[in-house]
């Protein structure tokens, strides 16, 4: 377990400003403080690093998270790694949840000004030029996550959607599986809409299997849309073996549906997520899906605006690899 500088100022019973300027020789405690935080560190074995020094001064130790819809379980995973590496540099995380409503995100940028926040994770959001003029005049450290930019020069931490999906396509195809449907976003999502219908159709064109637009029903990524997705792409496609389900939520509305009609999953109809959400192992059967590491991801955005803090010049954006973690939704069909 990592000790942080929150650790040893909550068990010296100080700040951690003070244990900041206990660290950094800044003046502002009594030599029995002193005495009591250096005796903290020694018993707690704390080592700051040259990063968490560099943030010290200057700051109100806090960063923003931008978020569209804070219920979700994989924004969850986001946050809980933002929030690891929050505390490991003593900030502050704050969310605001805008909905993916311009005005409302709007809005929160001009709170996190007013705060004056240290950095922005603006996260699986399309940046628009609005917004980006804001951030840019903020002047602060920001990083996109599960989202990118061509047109403004943001890193960003993400996993290859194309790639991803095009790999689970790939897997109910080597499992024997030819008649194939997909419940995705909605195509004008550009940031995981439609890259993941390309890698869908990409996959089914590259082993020379039939795709129509009436297999795939881009309708969003919740399980209330996955219920309906399903019954509409079953009744334009009520022979396909197998669906490719857009996120885990949608794959889990899939199978209650399916459950609803008395359609049994694998042994009738196979199905794949995209995500592995922590329920995804929970369902009934347990969910097949393509994982993209949400904490870890989370954490490495977090860590690079730390770096922008301290280095004040740009980062690489980073790409996560996805993987295959096969449970009990699919099943392998006889050729």
Not at 101 to 111: E, I, M
């Amino acid at each position: 377990m990592t000790i942080t500088i929150k650790d040893v100022a909550k068990k010296a019973n100080v700040s951690i400003a003070t244990v900041s300027r206990i660290l950094n020789n800044k003046p502002g405690y009594t030599k029995e403080t002193e005495n009591k935080v250096l005796q903290v560190i020694e018993e707690l074995g704390y080592h700051p690093n040259g990063l968490a020094r560099g943030l010290i001064n200057k700051r109100t130790h806090t960063i923003g998270v931008l978020v569209p819809q804070i219920s979700s379980m994989l924004m969850s995973g986001f946050l809980t790694g933002i929030e690891a590496a929050a505390h490991e540099y003593g900030f502050s995380v704050i969310v605001c949840h805008t909905e993916l409503q311009g005005p409302k995100t709007t809005q929160y940028l001009n709170v996190l000004k007013e705060k004056q926040v240290d950095g922005i994770i603006y996260t699986s959001d399309l940046l628009t030029e609005e917004h980006y003029q804001i951030l840019k005049d903020m002047g602060k450290p920001l990083v996109l996550l599960s989202s990118e930019s061509y047109e403004f020069p943001v890193p960003y931490v993400k996993v290859n959607d194309r790639l991803a999906a095009y790999s689970a396509t790939e897997y109910l195809i080597k499992k024997g599986h030819r008649k194939i449907g997909m419940i995705s976003g909605l195509k004008e999502d550009s940031l995981a809409g439609q890259p993941r219908i390309d890698g869908f159709m990409q996959a089914m064109r590259a082993h020379q299997l039939p795709i129509k637009n009436e297999w795939i029903v881009p309708i969003g990524f919740k399980f209330e849309e996955g219920i309906k997705g399903f019954r509409q792409l079953i009744k334009q496609f009520p022979d396909m073996t197998a669906v490719f389900a857009a996120s885990d939520e949608l794959a889990l509305g899939i199978l209650s549906a399916a459950y609803q009609m008395d359609i049994k999953i694998p042994d009738q109809l196979s199905v794949i997520g995209y995500d592995n959400l922590e329920i995804a192992a929970m369902s009934i059967p347990p969910l097949t899906t393509v994982a993209q590491p949400s904490e870890k991801m989370g954490k490495k955005a977090a860590e690079l605006v730390f770096q922008m803090m301290v280095k004040k010049q740009p980062v690489e954006s980073r790409i996560f690899p996805h993987e295959i973690i096969e449970r009990n939704s699919v099943r392998t069909r006889g050729k």
